[in-house]
Each structure stands twice: as C-alpha cells, then as structure tokens.
C-alpha cells in the first residue's frame, strides 16, 4: 500500500526563523511529488518534483527531491504569521489517477 | 482561487439521507478527481474521471457514486449517510492525466450529517 509521512506533525515558531519539512514515500508507481499549502479550505498547489537534486523555488519557499532515499524537503525561510497553514506532501502515480497524502504538518509562526 | 468550483459550501443533512455535491473543474481540463478529507483519515482519493469516464477508484464506499458530464462537470453522489461521512469533500481537476501535471483544488464541500 502506498505511503507517505510527514514530520514532523506540527511545528510552532517566531516569525523570521528558517523551518525545514520532511516527506518520505513509498509509492509503488512514483511519477511526482507534489507540495500543497491548506489554510482555512482548499489545499493550494506550491511545487511539483519529479527529478531528484533539482531545487524548486518560489520567493522563500524551496524543495527538492531525493528519489533514491524515497523523501523531500520544503523550506521555508524568514518565516511570516502568514506561513501559518498545513503543508501537505503528496505523491503521483504513473496512472496520473491519485495523489496519496500524508497527514500534514501544521505550521504556526508566532509574531 | 484555482478556477475549480464546488457547490454548495455547506450541507447539513440527517441520516439515511441522499445529497449530490457537484464540481465544475477549471476551463480546459478534462480530468476530475474527488477526495474526502475527515479529521482521523487525512485527504483521502475516492475517484478519477477523465473526458467523461471512469479511470480510477480509490477508498470509495459503494453508497457513493459519481459521473462526469459532456460539459465536464462532475457530481458526487452520497446515499444512505452515516454520521461518519460528516467530512470535506473536495474535487480537483487537471488538464490532462500524465502524473506529471498538477491538481488544483476547488474550496470544498463541507457536509455535516447529524
């Protein structure tokens, strides 16, 4: 059964500090991993990784992939109270059907 | 906003109720995908429709059904609800169905059954 977990499950910090958060996978046709920001209702897409060592970036978010150890990051840096969400990981098949989900990590950036 | 729409919003109903959640995914794409999101079970898939047809199932309960019309539009079909169905049903849409394209989400349904 494909998995995905994340860590850790929530994290709480001050404004302006760097955060780092894990995904690791075991997804039998893995075609992407994907990265999804979920405040209040719908999750809203960040990054799509398919190739491992190329980093993503947007403004002070950034990922990167590591298909042979089976994970990802996502950095954020000079955190703002807006980075306050859930972070969802999740991982594409080959069918292109499903994305799997991990349980999230919330995020809580203090003023 | 994703482009993705979902009515309605909010749905409150009893048990042993029928209710039709519906999406209409952003211009252009032509895949569909419905998950459930309750607070114990994460973001769970339920189905893929693509141009119209089926293509993948995922934990979907056989009192749910769903279809995707000519115009593309999807709706999810609940029947005979149990309290545990109380959770945020949200449809996404792409456009084609490679594994390498995004999904965006639409807001989501919340359907609370008492």
């Known amino acids: 059964e494909d998995k995905v977990v994340q860590s850790p499950l929530s994290l709480v910090v001050h404004e302006g500090d760097t955060v780092t958060l894990n995904c690791s996978y075991e997804v039998t046709n893995f075609r992407s991993l994907l990265w999804y920001k979920q405040e209040k209702k719908a999750p809203t897409f960040l990054f799509m990784l398919t190739s491992s060592g190329i980093e993503k970036k947007s403004g002070r978010l950034s990922s990167i992939l590591d298909k042979k150890e089976l994970f990802s990051i996502l950095n954020i840096t000079a955190t703002q109270t807006g980075d306050s969400a859930v972070y969802l990981c999740a991982v594409g098949e080959t069918s292109g059907s499903r994305l799997t989900f991990g349980e999230g990590t919330q995020l809580t950036v203090n003023p | 906003d994703s482009g993705v729409t979902q009515t309605p919003k909010h749905l409150i109903t009893a048990t042993g109720q029928r209710v039709t959640l519906r999406c209409s995914p952003r211009?252009?794409?032509?895949?569909v995908y419905w998950y459930q999101q309750s607070l114990d079970q994460g973001l769970q898939f339920l189905i893929h429709y693509y141009n119209g047809e089926e293509r993948a199932k995922g934990n979907i309960l056989e009192r749910f059904s769903a279809q995707q019309f000519p115009d593309l539009h999807s709706e999810l079909n609940l029947s005979s609800l149990e309290l545990g169905d109380s959770a945020l049903y949200f449809c996404?849409?792409?456009?084609?169905?490679?594994?390498?394209?995004?999904?965006?989400f639409g807001p989501g349904t919340r359907l609370t059954v008492l």
């Open positions: 211009s252009g794409d032509l895949s």
């Open positions: 996404a849409s792409s456009v084609v169905t490679s594994g390498y394209n995004e999904q965006f």
